[in-house]
């Protein structure tokens, strides 16, 4: 039985002599992983499909789906939206990677979550999009509504009572924990206001400077190896901070 989803591609390893194995996030099925054969041949029908499948892009597949089998089929695939500016702008594309690896770490089931899918695609899409500010803003916004999807969203806001953000215990709290995983003054501010930002449009002149962003990409790095297991380190992180404004 064939369905039709959207997908998100997250990672892709070489199959054979001409096939590939693409792991895709998908808006039906969640993490799955499709054998897609005969696209790195060299003959004209198949220039140019490899690409299709490349960390990030986004299409819209026909597959077939067996619950009881690691990997699926991929009958027919095309774009469902094909980037503009993310796979020629540095800065852009390394914040799509960062998302990308983010994701990589964090979605650690395979079931469905829509709304998570809705929020990957529409941050790629504004990511495409966006001016500078929202693309060096984008990064965080992304980090912190994620742990909203993943269950762990930071709870309360920054304020007189509440000046301090405990990482460990995801919420803002009225003094220092004996811990070392928290965020105070500025960083805990921005935060606080970074969270609470429900459109795109907003984060076009959310001004922050060049370290605090990169603290604070760290600081939630560091939220959600807390919160989940095993998540590790982003390469991709480093990169993205070096090119953010």
């Not at 892009?57 to 067996?66: I, K, S, T, W």
């Not at 500025?186 to 060049?210: G, H, M, P, V």
């Not at 982003?234 to 953010?244: A, C, F, G, M, T």
Request: negative net charge; contains cysteine; hydrophobic residues 40%.
């Amino acid at each position: 039985m064939t369905h039709r989803t959207k997908g998100i591609v997250l990672r892709t390893v070489k199959y054979g002599e001409t096939s590939i194995i693409t792991t895709v996030y998908t808006e039906l099925f969640g993490v799955q992983s499709y054998i897609v054969k005969g696209v790195r041949k060299s003959s004209k029908t198949s220039s140019g499909k490899a690409n299709h499948f490349q960390p990030a892009a986004m299409l819209q597949m026909e597959v077939y789906h067996n619950e009881l089998k690691n990997l699926q089929f991929i009958k027919e695939y095309q774009w469902s939206y094909l980037y503009e500016h993310v796979l020629f702008n540095v800065v852009k594309n390394a914040a799509a990677q960062y998302i990308i690896e983010l994701l990589q770490h964090s979605l650690k089931q395979p079931e469905a979550n829509p709304e998570l899918f809705y929020l990957i695609e529409d941050t790629l899409m504004q990511l495409d999009k966006g001016n500078d500010t929202l693309t060096a803003n984008l990064p965080l916004y992304f980090t912190l509504h994620l742990t909203g999807e993943l269950g762990f969203q930071i709870q309360g806001e920054y304020g007189k009572a509440t000046p301090v953000l405990d990482l460990k215990a995801g919420c803002f709290v009225s003094e220092m924990p004996e811990h070392v995983y928290y965020l105070s003054g500025e960083a805990a501010e921005t935060t606080s206001k970074i969270n609470l930002i429900s459109f795109y449009n907003d984060l076009e002149n959310f001004q922050l400077n060049r370290n605090l962003r990169r603290h604070l990409l760290e600081a939630y790095g560091q939220y959600l190896a807390l919160h989940i297991e095993g998540f590790g380190s982003l390469k991709s992180l480093l990169i993205l901070q070096e090119v953010l404004a």
